[in-house]
């Protein structure tokens, strides 16, 4: 299919792993992505990049949720094993998860694929302030969204994908592209662009911090919201999520509650040097939506593959929806050349 274009709008951790992904399948395709930001300016940059699939954020059905984490695993730690995966970003990472619920409410989906994960001792869980009632000691992945995203950056511009800064406000603004098929991953942005009333931004904010004495991550598991994540270069500490707020400034008094809660986890942090303040909008969405759509646009009937609404799961889910985004690319061709 060598004449074949195809628009990837959205430059995050969805936008360039479906373009990778779709270099792959349309080898002598034409492939844009096009974006208004990129790196920095995604949400994807200030994740903490763990490994670790949120309930509240799914596919719509258990097979579906199970097969995009397993996909997502995989694909991550084919990435892991090569001998550069320091510069990609993406290593294993052990930590406590401490909780007041249940253990026996853990995905057993999660179970079967990461390399450990087992319930904390009441010795271990002693030494954790606070009144814990139960926890976790597992081992995952981390994929560092600062290195992962320059990475795949580099990566789409040596696979000969063209790279364009555009905002769109209109999907008939990219009819003069004349494209065969759109991968629509614009994240909190499909809320405008596709008048998606069922997405919402949860937003996020995390202070990154100098502590090369933490090794292991922490993280209160009833709601995550207090987490303290070691990255390659840097700590993580977070976090909040506010229902429908779009402000990206850093809030000072998220800050400091943040670092409060962080401190009381592992009081050494009161050593910790600031780095910086980052903030995201999680594009949350109850379920994720990878589907078709065909869209009368300027006279065309466009088709579009939407790939958004990861929530605070897109790192971790990102290879297994773009897997899916793709074969729904396939499906789209397919029907489009049966129809020839
Ligand atoms: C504080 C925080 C911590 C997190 N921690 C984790 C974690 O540990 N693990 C995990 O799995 N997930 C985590 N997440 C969630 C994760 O960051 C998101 O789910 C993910 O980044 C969403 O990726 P995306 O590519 O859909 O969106 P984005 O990264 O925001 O990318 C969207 C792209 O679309 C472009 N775009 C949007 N609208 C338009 C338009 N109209 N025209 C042109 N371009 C457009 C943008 O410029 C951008 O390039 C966290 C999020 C936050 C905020």
Redo the contacts with the bound molecule.
Sequence with gaps: MSDLKICV???????LTTAIELRKEFRNSSIDI?????YS????????????PIESNSGGSVERTSAWVKDSYNYWENIRALSESEEIGIRHLSGHILLNRSYNEESKALESLIPELRPLSEEELKFWPGNWKYGKYCTTLQID?SRYLKWALYKVKELNINIIQ????DFGQLTDGNYDVIAN??????K??CEDNELFALR???SLVKAPWVKNFVLDGNDCDTYI?PSFDNIVL??CRHFESYNLAPNHYDALSMREKCEHLIPSLKNATLVEH?V????FRLVTRVEQEYKPCSGRNMKIVHN?G?????????PGTSLNAVQLVKDILIERRSKM
């Excluded at 709008?9 to 936008?15: D, H, K, N, P, R």
């Excluded at 096009?34 to 990129?38: L, P, Q, S």
């Excluded at 300016?41 to 670790?52: I, N």
């Excluded at 991953?185 to 499909?190: D, F, K, V």
């Design positions: 709008l959205g430059s995050g951790v969805i936008g096009i974006a208004d930001a990129f300016g995604t949400t994807s940059f200030v994740a903490a990049g763990l490994f670790l969204p555009r905002k769109i406000t991953c614009t994240g909190i942005g499909a405008v662009l996020g904010q995390v994540i977070g976090g980052k995201g909008l999680r594009p958004y990861h929530g605070g799961s897109g790192i971790t889910l990102a």
